[in-house]
């Protein structure tokens, strides 16, 4: 009887092994294009809840570079921006540089963090132009669509 059990045991453990194992599609990350009321391109953003009154999400300061460069959104034509860190409908920009918040030793608080927001509706255009995958350059197929005034018709306006 043990026996038995044993082998059933191995059994499922295999097959959940197996399943464990299989691929994942994962979509990555948005073409977001932007333009905020001032520059805020140099600050660092976080995401707030729905109501807008906490913050949700923020970076750790190692996060905002990467391959010893700042993670600044792409300058596109027209004063649009494409995000390179991970905005959304509910962003506020914080006081504080990327270069700055960078050489942070250790995470604000939230109350900090709270203090250093400067604009909780900073945007005045937000659209999803798709998986940033699906583009061999993507500022330059965004911009196309900017100069042919074809950015709201191909992409999705979600502010």
């Known amino acids: 009887m043990n026996k038995s059990i044993l082998l059933l045991t191995l059994v499922v453990l295999l097959q959940y092994d197996t399943q464990a194992q299989m691929p994942v599609a994962?979509?990555?990350?948005r073409a977001l294009v932007y333009k905020t009321r001032k520059d805020y391109s140099k600050l660092v953003s976080v995401l707030l809840s729905e109501d807008g009154k906490t913050i949700v999400s923020y970076p750790d300061p190692a996060?905002?570079?990467?391959?010893?460069?700042y993670?600044?959104?792409t300058k596109l034509h027209k004063?649009?921006?494409?995000?390179?860190?991970?905005?959304?409908t509910n962003t506020a920009f914080?006081?504080?540089?990327?270069?700055?918040?960078?050489?942070?030793?250790?995470?604000?608080?939230?109350?900090e963090l709270n203090a250093m927001?400067?604009?909780?509706?900073?945007?005045?255009?937000l659209c999803d132009c798709?998986?940033?995958?699906?583009?061999?350059?993507?500022?330059?197929?965004?911009?196309?669509?900017i100069d042919k005034k074809q950015l709201r018709k191909?992409?999705?306006p979600i502010k």
């Open 26 to 29: 994962i979509p990555g990350p």
């Open 63 to 69: 996060d905002v570079k990467t391959n010893g460069r």
């Open 71 to 73: 993670l600044y959104p």
């Open 79 to 88: 004063g649009y921006l494409l995000d390179n860190r991970g905005i959304g």
């Open 94 to 111: 914080l006081s504080i540089s990327y270069g700055r918040y960078a050489r942070l030793k250790k995470l604000p608080s939230q109350a």
């Open 117 to 125: 927001i400067v604009d909780k509706a900073p945007f005045t255009e």
């Open 130 to 145: 798709g998986l940033l995958r699906d583009y061999k350059n993507p500022a330059k197929e965004i911009n196309a669509l």
């Open 154 to 156: 191909k992409c999705k």
